[in-house]
T-cell receptor, first 113, second 111 residues
Framework: DTGVSQNPRHKITKRGQNVTFRCDPISEHNRLYWYRQTLGQGPEFLTYFQNEAQLEKSRLLSDRFSAERPKGSFSTLEIQRTEQGDSAMYLC???????????FGQGTRLTVV | DQQVKQNSPSLSVQEGRISILNCDYTNSMFDYFLWYKKYPAEGPTFLISISSIKDKNEDGRFTVFLNKSAKHLSLHIVPSQPGDSAVYFCAAADSWGKLQFGAGTQVVVTP
């Protein structure tokens, strides 16, 4: 499979619990992005990696959110002490430098109850 | 602040006719622009892009037009097919490839 892979596809968690999502980008892509999408809105940028370096974080990313990309391959997004407002689709995308196309995974749907 | 806007939340078009989707942006520093198509419960699928130095790009049934002076772009789909029914997002990218999206336009292609 040569596409962007995200796991899990769905996650239901109780408020206050921690959750972690994983993204495996297309293998030769050195850029990796995380976005969040809520109902009726377009995806919103959260954070961005070039190789293993996290280069930018959105103001949307509170201290409860942390992302890593060890060794510049897969990435994880962790949300601590989840809140109901964290319920959304979390999307990962990857691209190569100089390429206009970013390819998205199928997303992780988080529901906080 | 919303730097990319899609002012039409929905569009209904007859099969075989042209679909025209519009998008406006406010930041003249965007490097290029993209259109994505999205089905429910799936991630966005890339359709077509255009560099900020061009005014038209065509790929099969899809053509994107860019009017920099008006900060406006449009996507033309012709002829429209039932499988084109989806939500279409306009996005603008900076030099790092970070995307800012519009709110989307729901396209329904009717027989």
């Amino acid at each position: 499979d040569t596409g962007v892979s995200q796991n899990p596809r769905h996650k239901i968690t109780k408020r206050g619990q921690n959750v972690t999502f994983r993204c495996d980008p297309i293998s030769e892509h050195n850029r990796l992005y995380w976005y969040r999408q809520t109902l009726g809105q377009g995806p919103e940028f959260l954070t961005y990696f070039q190789n293993e370096a996290q280069l930018e974080k959105s103001r949307l990313l509170s201290d409860r959110f942390s992302a890593e990309r060890p060794k510049g391959s897969f990435s994880t997004l962790e949300i601590q002490r989840t809140e109901q407002g964290d319920s959304a689709m979390y999307l990962c995308a990857s691209s190569t430098r100089g390429n206009t196309e970013a390819f998205f995974g199928q997303g992780t749907r988080l529901t906080v109850v | 602040d919303q730097q990319v806007k899609q002012n039409s939340p929905s569009l209904s078009v007859q099969e075989g006719r042209i679909s025209i989707l519009n998008c406006d942006y406010t930041n003249s520093m965007f490097d290029y622009f993209l259109w994505y198509k999205k089905y429910p419960a799936e991630g966005p699928t890339f359709l077509i892009s255009i560099s900020s130095i061009k005014d038209k790009n065509e790929d099969g049934r899809f053509t994107v037009f860019l009017n920099k002076s008006a900060k406006h772009l449009s996507l033309h789909i012709v002829p429209s097919q039932p499988g084109d029914s989806a939500v279409y997002f306009c996005a603008a990218a900076d030099s790092w490839g970070k995307l800012q999206f519009g709110a989307g336009t729901q396209v329904v292609v009717t027989p």
